[in-house]
């Protein structure tokens, strides 16, 4: 058996081909909700209900969505350049620990400075973690992906020392938290009766202004060029290592401002579990988007639909809510099978 | 005599298809015992792909294939090793990090053995050496031996395991005029002990010397089968391309000022290998092909000119300017235009489009970006016309480069090269792979950059493409460059003697011995 | 406790052979893969999968070594799935084995869940006994810190010898070697090179499994979430810094399980000022220092990350 190219990729089927990856992830898993004991398709409809059928449903899935649509895009955005950032956990904290830093009584500007500032200290706490294995990797071929995989561990133990130590909030009842983000700082709710707050639109922005970078930005094009083939990107003159560096300083903004969204907008203040994998989920997110800015708003809204679907389902029927991430692991891996064989076709010989 | 007419390989209508190509079309051939059969056609022709069908690389759409009486079980190497046949293989498949013994070993055992008889592997391989004149070190690592080794410990894998039927592709592609004869030496002794040989290659010359029987491939079919005796170099060669194509003139041409000057260069390279003392100079309306084995330097030679690697001694001058930054921007800026050696690997970027690869080194230019964004549609219009004027075929600006055929992607790097009017051209193995048509739209363009005042370097390892363009030759012998000879004075002996290293200086000579 | 009192005590010593038994199975296991030409990124999972798989075994009553050989074998066969992917399809190394790691980090959890509903402390099991080595145990000092530990430990000290006869001196170590280097060179010589990669893979996958598994039924007696804790990326780390040689591996794995040793000590003594979060910071500063000092030379498999697809040059 063996791959051969295809030469022309009939347009819907790459278009097809990741939904029949996810229906296929949801078959896989019914087995296990069969072990479980439980009804496949009772299951599932309690799972799209509560991810998807009420508009507080619909709102909480939004508000998940959001820092997933920043994770997706820091992953989507490096891997188009072959910078392998798994580290967008750690570079989410270091975005909530300068928002925190800056944002809960040091400085305090009107709001319309104070936002985008908090998002501008946080992003750039995020880059400059990601360029550090990005140098390493440039000069030093120190591989990124198990650097920035330490990285995460060491940024959480900061934190952790930080919430148990000096950041403590003194009016937190011993919770292990910091204080809260000044109220200018804070992002505006935009429902009434929701969580729904203005980091959507942020969000939502950054998308439409990767997408624009990566198809219409001359970086965008040196971007492709050198995660297709860098050999062939240095000899046209593309310098790559400058490249790399700039990826990663996007890359890292990117996630870090997902932690801004969570401290600034969601929470109000950092805790130690302000992301419940949102860095690692991103890169699912962006995977299943086939690494394309605006399909990371759709796949960020989906698999946020099936995490807050299964808390839903997992309260009413039983099935442990880990399925969701089983559901995540099996789709990536399906998705990114499904896209391989929309370029190749299995052939005899 | 039937033991002299025993036939040893029969295939039977094989068929191949990739896509919408058909690689092999119905191809029918045999082979006798203790004979040679040269499998000739240009590049292209699929006489590479009907030998990794026979070697179970590739499983054929159609056909069978008999060795020795017995029908083989496609698509597996394993059977086609233990029917008795063995190949060396165009790109050789060796670990280079290995010793020549780990090489030959590999395989050679049952796997979940729990131990390894090097002794009695390394008395066998000295055994086989000694016998067929193939002399190289067991316990030589592959990364230390010079390309010519290699190929003897390729011959010597098949030969461990005991092959009846020895297949070589392209086997002189790397080999000196004098280590081609040696090749010959030890393939006249196989034959005439009753081993079998298919010998592939696209050269008429080596064809008609070695081979008992000549098969021409073309377009994936078989058409024509002759024994060598008889036979006329003239017509074999109309058989081959099917048409003629008339080989463009190099019309004598009076050289204008200095384009390019290379004085006292020096690039240190692993265990000995790198450049040492490198002078040249190079004029207007002049190419000087550069000679010579691979692996001699020319790599590292085209790497400095086009900017990817800086010496660590000497001095390049570009059209009168020094150039001491050595980066791929500034070679372009310089106006080198750079043909790379490998257009899958360095020369284009397969994913992206036709437009963008065209652009790529200008992409930062005004012409084609303002503010850090692209001007889509002059990018479009600068495609459409270099497509065009350049003749690229099936191709749209937004076309995925990888779809192209060799010839035309090619095209595409010749465009971007010749679109800036570079001063000088730096073209290494530009017409490697590439069919007779395509090899000759390239020389057609060489030769047109040169009538417009361009000076051109032209790295190859095809002598009679180097003769047939080149105003003067150099030759490159590990790491050194000899003066070049004008076209006038030049003899394919001559040459063949510089690239055994006859000529040049005592370092070179000292180095040669103690690498060997 | 001063912090020089620390490296005089037995336990110290005892606790660092203890906790290398993880890494050594977690990096020989990497090697494997590496040498064979795959990035095997599944390794966290693979050992939070084998750290479950064995503890829930012998929960539900089942014999401690067989819980050994369940978890090696569902290592095994998540890598023969991993190949799937990424020998077969020849998919990105990377993003695949990040797949492979939230898969089976997901199915373990859930797996847990689903077994043991609505228990909020882990339940505890009896884990393997210490074993002390006839003789040898009663050797002062040396023989606590050595010859005083549990049986998969004394398994671990084995496999470094065993993996390297395996890899230098049989035909199948010369072929996992050379199809890491140069996969053609394998496929030439009749040998399958997905058959070739997918064993080493999945014999690779098994040795993780078992590191994770003596985590939960050798040095804990229950399974908690994240108690893999980062030890199969420190594992790959520690494959570079041992420039792919089991030899080194072992000299990495211990030179590791020192600063987690070190670690748990200053953390209880109470008279060192330094906060304990950055004590368990070391494992991991330490591993990307390592890979500083050592990828700049760093002989990497030549095939390393590179699918072989049949046919293609």
Redesign the interface.
């Known amino acids: 058996m ?7 990729i009939p347009l819907w089927m790459s278009a097809v081909a990741p939904a029949l990856a996810v229906l296929a992830a949801m078959i896989l898993c019914s087995a ?1 909700i069969l ?2 004991g439980f009804s496949p398709f009772l299951a599932y409809a309690a799972l799209i209900k509560g991810g998807f059928g009420s508009v507080f449903a619909l709102s909480e899935t939004l508000v998940r969505a959001t820092p997933l649509i920043l994770t997706g895009l820091a992953a989507a955005i490096a ?1 188009r350049a072959k910078l ?1 950032n ?1 580290g967008a956990e750690g570079q989410l904290y270091a975005g909530a620990l300068a928002a925190t830093f800056f944002g809960t009584g040091m400085i305090t500007l009107p709001p319309v400075l104070m936002i985008p500032f908090l998002f501008a200290v946080g992003a750039v706490a995020g880059g400059l973690l990601l360029l550090v294995p990005a140098l ?1 990797k440039a000069h ?4 990124e ?3 920035t ?3 995460n ?2 940024v959480l ?2 934190v ?2 930080l919430l ?2 000096p950041w403590k909030d003194p009016m937190a009842m011993g919770w292990p938290q910091g204080r809260p983000i000044v109220d200018e700082g804070v992002l505006p709710n935009i429902l009434a009766k929701t969580r729904l707050h203005a980091g959507l639109f942020f969000a939502i922005a950054a998308a439409i202004a990767a997408w624009a970078l990566m198809r ?4 965008g ?2 971007i ?2 050198t995660g ?2 860098p ?9 790559i290592t400058a490249t790399t560096l700039k990826t990663a300083l996007i890359s890292g903004g990117l996630a870090a401002a997902a932690g801004v969204t969570e401290v600034a907008g969601t929470k109000g203040y950092l805790t130690l579990d302000i992301s419940p994998g949102f860095g ?1 989920t991103g ?2 997110v962006a ?1 299943l988007a086939g690494l394309h800015p605006l399909g990371v708003i759709a796949a960020a809204l989906f698999i946020a639909g099936i995490y807050n679907g299964a808390d839903a389902m997992s309260r009413a029927i ?3 809510n ?2 969701a ?2 559901l ?3 789709s ?2 399906l998705v ?2 499904a896209m ?1 064989l929309t370029r190749y076709r299995l052939r ?2 | 005599m039937s033991e002299d007419r025993q036939i040893v390989l029969r295939l039977n209508g094989i068929t191949k298809r990739f896509g919408p190509l058909v690689a092999n079309d119905r191809i029918s051939l045999t082979l006798e015992r203790g004979k040679v059969l040269a499998l000739l056609g240009e590049n292209g022709a699929g006489k590479t792909t009907l030998m990794n069908i026979l070697f179970g690389h590739y499983v054929a759409d159609e056909g069978d294939i008999e060795i020795f009486g017995r029908r083989l079980e496609p698509g597996s190497p394993k059977e086609a090793i233990a029917a008795g046949i063995g190949m060396v293989h165009q790109h050789f498949t060796l670990a280079d990090n290995m010793t020549v013994i780990d090489n030959i070993v590999l395989g050679t055992e049952p796997l979940f053995a729990l131990h390894q008889n090097l002794a009695a592997a390394r008395r066998k391989i000295n055994d086989l050496a000694r016998e067929f004149g193939l002399h190289v070190d067991p316990d030589a690592k592959i990364s230390r031996l010079a390309v010519g080794e290699r190929q003897r410990v390729e011959i010597l894998k098949a030969l461990y395991r005991g092959a009846r039927i020895l297949i070589l592709d392209e086997p002189t592609a790397v080999l000196t005029p004098q280590e081609t004869e040696a090749l010959f030496a030890t393939l006249r002794g196989m034959v005439a002990r009753g081993l079998s040989v298919i010998f592939i290659s696209h050269k008429l010359n080596e064809v008609m010397a070695i081979a008992d029987e000549i098969a021409v491939l073309r377009h994936g079919r078989l058409v024509a089968r002759r024994p060598r005796a008889g036979a006329g170099k003239e017509e074999i060669a109309a058989i081959m391309l099917g048409k003629e194509i008339p080989e463009p003139k190099r019309t004598p041409m009076p050289a204008g000022a200095e384009r390019l000057r290379l004085d006292g260069i020096a690039v240190s390279g692993e265990n000995g290998s790198g450049l040492h003392d490198i002078a040249l100079s190079l004029r207007a309306h002049e190419i000087i092909g550069i000679a010579g084995v691979s692996g001699n330097g020319q790599s590292l030679l085209a790497d400095l000119i086009s900017g990817l690697i800086r010496p660590d001694a000497g001095s390049m001058t570009v059209n009168g300017q020094p150039f001491s930054e050595f980066t791929p921007r500034r070679a372009i800026a310089a106006g080198i235009g750079r043909i790379p050696e490998d257009r899958h690997a360095t020369g284009v970027i397969g994913d992206l489009q036709i437009q963008e690869n065209l652009i790529l080194e200008q992409c930062r230019s005004p012409r084609f970006s303002a503010f850090g964004w692209l001007k889509g549609r002059a990018i479009a219009r600068h495609a459409q016309q270099l497509i065009e004027r350049f003749d690229i075929r099936g191709a749209a600006p937004t076309t995925l480069t990888r779809t192209l055929s060799g010839g035309n992607m090619q095209k595409v790097i010749l465009a971007r090269v010749l679109e800036i009017a570079p001063k000088v051209i730096l073209a290494n193995q530009p017409t490697r792979g590439l069919d007779v048509g395509a090899a000759t739209y390239v020389h057609e363009q060489l030769l047109h950059a040169r009538a417009n005042g361009a000076g051109i370097i032209l790295i190859s390892e095809d002598l009679e493409e180097l003769m047939t363009v080149s105003d003067a030759i150099a030759v490159m012998y590990r790491g050194r460059l000899s003066a070049p000879i004008p076209a006038e004075q030049i003899t394919v002996e001559k040459l063949g003697g510089l690239m055994a290293g006859h000529g040049f200086g005592e370092g070179a000579q000292e180095e040669a011995g103690h690498a060997a | 406790m001063d912090f020089l009192d620390i490296f005089l005590t037995v336990g110290f010593w005892a606790a660092t052979v203890r906790m290398a038994t993880p890494l050594i199975f977690g990096t020989l296991g990497e090697l494997i893969c590496e040498r064979a030409g795959v990035l095997n990124l599944g390794i966290e999972g693979i050992m939070t999968m084998g750290a479950m798989v064995a503890w829930m075994w012998v929960y539900q009553g089942g014999d401690l070594w067989t819980g050994i050989l369940v978890a090696a074998l569902l290592g095994a066969a998540i890598g023969i799935l991993h190949s799937g992917f990424s020998v077969y399809m020849g998919l990105s190394q990377h993003v695949t084995g990040i797949g492979i790691t939230l898969l089976s980090m997901s199915l373990s959890y859930f797996s847990f869940r689903m077994l043991l509903p609505g228990i909020s402390t882990p339940p505890k099991i009896t884990p393997f006994a210490p074993w002390p080595v006839p003789g040898l145990s009663e050797i002062p000092v040396i023989g606590e810190a050595l010859f005083t530990q549990t049986p998969l430990t004394y398994l671990a000290f084995l496999a470094i010898p065993a993996v390297a006869w395996l890899l230098y001196r049989t035909p199948i170590g010369l072929a996992v070697r050379t199809v890491g280097e140069n996969p053609m060179a394998v496929e030439a010589q009749g040998i399958n090179v997905f058959h070739l990669r997918t064993g080493a893979v999945a014999v690779g996958s098994a040795l993780m499994a078992v590191g994770g598994a003596f985590l939960t039924v050798s040095v804990f007696d229950a399974f908690y979430f994240d108690m893999v804790n980062g030890r199969g990326w420190i594992s790959i780390a520690l494959v570079i810094f041992a420039s792919w040689h089991p030899g080194k591996a072992l000299l990495g794995a211990l030179l590791f399980a020192a600063f987690d040793a070190l670690q748990i000590r200053v953390q209880q003594a109470s008279d060192i000022a330094i906060p304990y979060q950055f004590f368990l910071m070391m494992p991991y500063v330490m591993s990307i220092l390592a890979l500083i000092v050592m990828s700049r030379r760093a002989a990497y498999p030549k095939a390393l990350l590179t699918p072989f697809r049949r046919g293609e040059r």
Request: proline share 1%.
């Open positions: 063996r791959l051969e190219a295809r030469h022309d296990l072990w479980a891997f392998w798994i390493l030093l071929r120190v591989d992906v198990v650097t995989l330490l990285l561990f060491i133990l900061f952790n020392y148990f130590g219409f930005g001359v970086l094009l040196e492709r060029a297709h083939n050999e062939a990107a240095r000899f046209a003159g593309i310098p690692y890169i699912a995977m039983g099935v442990s880990y399925i991430d089983v995540t692991a099996t990536l891996l990114l099978l391989m005899r010989g």
